[in-house]
């Protein structure tokens, strides 16, 4: 009995012992499912999801672009009359800047620029420089030459080749230069267009201006004063429809003529001419010029300039004085 029991017990443990090892395997084994399950999963994106993700971020960016559409044509508008007033403005300082320096009574417009297919020009001479000459009689010796240390005037009752500045000399002279001396005009016989009251610059020394040939000028500045000149310079508006071709340029570098150049092609065809191109799509513009606004002493330009582009126009608006004191 007793034996039989030990024995009873005996494979109750072995039994014990097989289930538990057997869990023990059952367990593993689905560890090691579980792992490869994880670690190497054998699915994915199908098709159909992967064109549901192509829609909806195509109609999540369709609506960002309809939200930034109207800020981005905004900023670009901004941007396009801002540069059509920076050419305008830029043009019409520089007209202004040169038109400064004209010589006195030596402004002239023609043309009206009424349209397509119409130019207005403006003309004037600039000066390099200038100041006041010895009006005074001269002393004695002064006849020797150009440039000795007599004091020499400028002689208006005959021919003169050499004067006195008071002043500072007038700096970058170069010959070719022309001395004017009491312009007032066209048409009162004292015009620098015509010739009538300019001489050729030669040279100079430090307190002389040698002048060949010689010149009697016709009258006297009531300030003793003179300008030296150059070539002069023309500003022509072409404006065209809608500013498609529409051009400002400055023409330099060409022969003093007594009537004013009326076209681009009299322009052109002078010798040594040259050009600039200052303002593009110019759909309008405009030159005046009023010589008598401040007791004869002052004239006025006045400029209007209208750039187009994309459907929108930038008008600007100048006036310069102008000195008409000889």
């Avoid at 829609?55 to 930034?68: H, P």
């Avoid at 015509?194 to 040279?203: F, Q, V």
Wanted: proline content about 4%; overall charge positive.
């Amino acid at each position: 009995m007793s034996r039989g029991r030990k024995t009873e017990d005996t494979r109750q443990m072995a039994v014990r012992r097989n289930a538990t090892h057997s869990g023990r395997l059952r367990g593993k084994a689905a560890t090691r499912h579980l792992s490869s399950v994880i670690c190497h999963p054998s699915s994915g994106f199908t098709l159909v999801e992967m064109i549901m993700v192509i829609v909806i971020t195509g109609i999540i960016g369709g609506m960002v672009a309809v939200f930034l559409k109207a800020p981005m044509q905004q900023y670009i508008d901004v941007a396009r009359r801002a540069d059509m007033t920076d050419v305008a403005d830029t043009a019409l300082r520089r007209i202004g800047r040169d038109v400064r320096l004209a010589l006195p009574n030596s402004v002239r417009v023609t043309g009206a620029c009424g349209g397509a297919g119409t130019t207005c020009f403006i003309e004037f001479l600039p000066t390099r420089g200038g100041d006041r000459y010895r009006a005074g009689p001269e002393t004695a010796g002064a006849s020797a030459g150009c440039g000795s240390l007599a004091l020499d005037a400028l002689d208006f009752t005959a021919a003169d080749t050499c004067f006195e500045v008071l002043g500072a000399m007038p700096p970058g002279l170069v010959a070719g230069d022309r001395v004017v001396v009491y312009n007032q005009g066209t048409g009162t016989g004292a015009d620098a267009y015509a010739g009538d009251n300019t001489g050729l610059y030669s040279s100079n020394t430090v307190a002389t201006i040698t002048i060949n040939p010689g010149k009697q000028f016709p009258l006297a500045s009531p300030s003793s004063r003179f300008q030296v000149i150059s070539t002069p310079v023309s500003y022509v508006c072409a404006p065209a429809l809608n500013g498609i071709g529409g051009t400002l340029t400055r023409y330099w570098n060409y022969q003093i003529q007594a009537a004013q150049p009326a076209t681009v092609a009299t322009l052109t065809g002078f010798a040594g001419v040259q050009s600039a191109l200052l303002a593009n799509n110019v759909s309008a513009c405009n030159f005046s010029y009023q010589a008598n606004v401040v007791a004869e002493r002052s004239g006025l330009v006045t400029m209007n300039l209208a750039i187009t582009n994309s459907g929108e126009t930038v008008t600007l608006y100048s006036a310069t004085h102008v000195s008409n004191e000889p």
